[in-house]
């Protein structure tokens, strides 16, 4: 599916309990496209290319760590509502991660790289620097898997508040 031209997708609706539980409970196998991706805007027709929809949550993967990074992401995010969990390549030593914070409301597609710059460079400023390589609005992000058991490095869910997203943009 995912050499497929073009990537398409079906669009599955999920609330936030089950969306997290998903997105911070592995699955275990040699790749990372074993179970799928999903993206955090609406994808007409299911074209991946096509998710010029509104956009649920604000993502941004952090490559650039080292040891306990996942631990410093979720520290100043606690007070947001999200998760922090590990990426595929991830490991001890660099534990890459992957932070997705909820919204108020959904963005739109004018507002998403507004609120995505933002939301970068608050991160920034907190010392967590994301990929902004990652900021494509229809973006797929793969599901959480990890090599093995052993490999696992624990993910975070985050109950503190949703992004007030008026505030954000204004």
Known sequence: RFG???QVGLTVTRGWPALAA???TPSYANNKEAYGAW??????GGIVKGGRGPVSLLVADV???TVGGIERSAGPLRGYAGLVAPT???TRERPKHRIALRLSRALTPDEFPIAWGKMARTL???GIVVDRGCKNINRLY?????RSPEAWLGAHVLIGRAIDVESMLH
Do not use: K
Not at 39 to 44: G, N, R, S
Not at 142 to 146: H, T
């Open 4 to 6: 497929a031209r073009p």
């Open 22 to 24: 998903w997105l911070t």
């Open 39 to 44: 993206c955090p805007a609406v994808l007409e």
């Open 63 to 65: 490559d650039e760590c």
């Open 88 to 90: 595929f390549n991830a």
């Open 124 to 126: 920034g400023h907190a």
């Open 142 to 146: 793969f599901a959480c898997v990890a």
